[in-house]
Each structure stands twice: as structure tokens, then as C-alpha cells.
């Protein structure tokens, strides 16, 4: 808890510990012996206090510290909080949500009560394909309740959002699914580190695709008895990805790429041993139902936590769905490259480009990934490019927000790059 006073125009407060609260019913403070609020606190509160239509543009015109980001950026989550409150609330008890004229239903239980507090959400998506909506309906529903979930565990199986062959990899399932992840962090108290993904036959097409464009929103994805078509394994560097296939499930040749695209990962894994995370299980003798055994995969997903800001990153922007960032990496529209493979690391206060030769892209930089107290240098091309401090944005906490309702990965800093 903390108090606040303000006495001749100035504000300063004592942050109180549970125990102090629960020993006492009075308290003695002096004034002097408070801490003033800082100035950044002060205006981003007022700047809060306004309609979120009344707001001017975000206030940017001050510097903070380390310590003042992780308070202004909760301020933003808690504002971000109040003003989604009834729209979450609203999708979540009609099950259903709408953006950009597309729609998303489904199906949901919850499997007993988590000690924490906190629930991890599992996504689980259906087969089917190019069907009628009975027929497609009929396997949404039929795969509803294959598995069980840990304690403390959300299972919501969505109904794809078409009929056709590519039910789950059109390009509007992946701002369904994001919407759908917030509300369940912003009402439900699900963790935003612990969502895992799976889909089966045409689900785990989905899989093959979702995943890598999606990578930074899951602790874990698992695809089941589906064809990876176009999808890329680049950018599933930081995502734990599990392959499941009967060895007989011969039809569009999955049993064969299905080792195809596990062959990549090896390759990957190869050159950046500490990164891509996999393991595939074909089942010998076993056709397209695997009779259930691909269950294995929750207990070993369930003990994984999402990587919010990985020390590499591997983005290849998706033809088909195109997104303006991927962990710390972020580009404007007009900027986007289809098929292009962006990879960039970090050591220490260097962030290197590595991919590719030209381009350009804005760094979505945090205390969390470097020290922001400190300059950054920044190489591309096989040069330095500069070497700047940057600062402390409350502009960037904002923006970063309205890009994704994430609290876990909001950027402090923007940093546009071009070379």
C-alpha cells in the first residue's frame, strides 16, 4: 500500500509493507522523511486522468529511470485494464470476438484451481478443411475434450474461422487469437507466459503456420498429423515446437514432411545450439488418429515458460499475414519485406544485424534486454552504423501497447534503424 500527501503543491508518499499495516492502526510519518513523487509519475497520472478521447498526444517530454519505467508501465497496464474491462468481459461471456469483420467462437473448460492463482491457457484447434460448416462444426466439436490439462489450466478450442483447405492459416486468425489471448490475461488471470498452442490434422496445419508468426505470444506449441504447405521454421528460434505423426499417415505425404521440417530444425539448432527447441515422436504403425497417445506432449509443455525478450531474434515476415513486430523487432508497413529473414542478436550494449543486407527496422528496446542507462551500439552490414544513448520513452510504452496488450513485453524505447 502507499500513501500519498500533498502539502504546499508538492506530492510525496510512503509505500507501506503488508506487515507494517497489519501490527499498527496508526502510523507516525514526517514529512520529511517521505519520498517525493517524481515529476514522470505525476504526468503520465495526470495524463491518464483524461477520457482516453481527451488525450493529447502521449507525453514524452520528460526522462525516467529504471526504476520509474516498471512504475509508468504499470500504470499504462492498469489504465489499459480499465478501459478493456467490459469489452474483454463481454467477448468472453458471449464467447465470441470480432475484428476487422472476422469472427471467432468457441468452446472452453477450466480444469480445477491453480495454487497461484494464475491459469495457463491452452489452445487447442480442430481438423477438417474444405468441408461444409456442418461437417467443419462437427469436428470442432468432436476434438473438443481429447485432452486433459493440469490444475489451473484454461482449454479453449476455437472454431476455425473458415471452411476452406487453409481454415487455420488465414491471415485474420492470428489478431482473433491475440484478442483472444488478452481477454483471458486481462479477465481471467490466465499468465501470459504460460499459453500453449495445439492443433491437429488441419489444427496442426494451423500450427505450422500460427507459430512462427505468432512465435513471441507461446510458452510452447505442438502440432499433430498435419502439413506444414509454405511455413517457415526460422522464426520458431525462441518457441519450443513438438512434432507428433503416425509413421503410417501417408496421405498428403505427411509422415515424409513432417521429418522434412524437423530436419530443418536439427539444421537450425546446429548453427545456434542454445536456441530452437523440438522434438518430433512418430508413432510406428499408426495412421492419421494416433488413438490419443500424442497426449504425451502436455506435461512436457506445461513445464515451459514463454521467452519474453530473447537475446536473438529470427523474423520472417509471412506472406500471408504480415505484422509490424516479432519480440524486439518492429517495422512500419511501407517497410515490410514478405520472405525476408531479419535476425538480429544482442551482447552486451551491441546489437548486431545480421540479416539482412539492407533494410530497415525499429529496435523495441527495455531495461529487461540492456541497460538503457548505458549507449548502444548498433552493427549492420559488417559496420557500425552508431552508437547513441537512448532514451527512456513513456511514448513507446503507449505505442507498444496499442500494438499488443501484453504487460510482459511493453517497450521503453524505440530506436528506428536503416542501413
Same mark, same amino acid.
Given at each position: ?68 519505467? *516498471? ?137 505450422? *503456420? ?138 552486451? *550494449? ?48 503507449? *505505442? ?20
Amino acid at each position: 500500500m502507499t500513501l500519498r500527501f500533498i502539502h504546499g503543491g508538492e506530492s510525496r508518499e510512503k509505500t507501506l509493507s503488508s506487515t507494517s499495516c497489519a501490527n499498527t492502526h496508526t502510523l507516525d510519518l514526517a514529512w520529511s522523511e517521505l519520498t517525493p513523487v517524481p515529476s514522470s509519475v505525476l504526468n503520465v497520472e495526470a495524463w491518464f486522468a483524461h477520457p482516453p478521447a481527451e488525450r493529447s498526444k502521449a507525453p514524452s517530454d520528460f526522462t525516467f529511470t529504471r526504476a520509474e519505467a *516498471q512504475r509508468l508501465s504499470a500504470l499504462a497496464w492498469e489504465d489499459l485494464k480499465k478501459s478493456r474491462a467490459a469489452s474483454a468481459a463481454e467477448e468472453l461471456a458471449t464467447k465470441r470476438i470480432s475484428v476487422a469483420g472476422k469472427n471467432l467462437i468457441w468452446l472452453e473448460k477450466t480444469f480445477g484451481a491453480s495454487p497461484d492463482g494464475r491459469q495457463s491457457l491452452w489452445i487447442t484447434m480442430h481438423g477438417g478443411g474444405e468441408a461444409t460448416a456442418a461437417e467443419n462444426d462437427r469436428n470442432w466439436k468432436g476434438y473438443f475434450g481429447r485432452y486433459e490439462f493440469p490444475p489451473g489450466s484454461v482449454n479453449v478450442a476455437p472454431r476455425a474461422p473458415a471452411n476452406s483447405w487453409n481454415m487455420w492459416s488465414v491471415g485474420w486468425i492470428d489478431g482473433l487469437l491475440d484478442r483472444l489471448i488478452a481477454d483471458m490475461v486481462l479477465q481471467k488471470g490466465v499468465d501470459p507466459n504460460h499459453v500453449y498452442l495445439i492443433g491437429y490434422s488441419a489444427g496442426g496445419d494451423g500450427v505450422y *503456420q500460427v507459430a512462427p508468426r505468432l512465435a513471441d505470444r507461446f510458452a510452447a506449441a505442438s502440432m499433430c498429423a498435419g502439413h506444414p504447405n509454405d511455413a517457415s521454421a526460422e522464426p520458431l528460434r525462441n518457441l519450443p515446437f513438438f512434432l507428433y505423426m503416425g509413421g503410417d499417415d501417408a496421405a498428403f505425404n505427411r509422415n515424409r514432411v513432417v521429418r522434412e521440417f524437423s530436419a530443418k530444425l536439427d539444421a537450425l539448432q546446429a548453427a545456434d545450439p542454445t536456441a530452437y527447441v523440438h522434438r518430433l515422436t512418430v508413432y510406428p504403425g499408426l495412421q492419421h488418429n494416433m488413438q490419443g497417445r500424442e497426449g504425451e506432449m502436455i506435461p512436457r509443455m506445461s513445464a515451459l515458460e514463454r521467452t519474453t525478450w530473447p537475446k536473438r531474434v529470427v523474423w520472417k515476415q509471412d506472406g500471408n499475414a504480415a505484422h509490424s513486430r516479432l519480440y524486439w523487432l518492429g517495422c512500419a508497413p511501407e517497410a515490410r519485406q514478405p520472405n525476408v529473414v531479419y535476425s538480429a542478436r544482442i551482447e552486451g *550494449q551491441t546489437i548486431t544485424i545480421e540479416t539482412p543486407a539492407t533494410g530497415s527496422l525499429t529496435l523495441r528496446l527495455s531495461d529487461k534486454l540492456l541497460d538503457l542507462d548505458l549507449p548502444i551500439r548498433v552493427v549492420a552490414a559488417g559496420r557500425n552504423l552508431f552508437e547513441v544513448k537512448v532514451a527512456r520513452s513513456f511514448t513507446a510504452m503507449v *505505442q507498444s501497447l496499442s500494438e499488443r496488450e501484453d504487460n510482459d513485453t511493453i517497450a521503453t524505447a524505440l530506436l528506428p534503424v536503416s542501413w
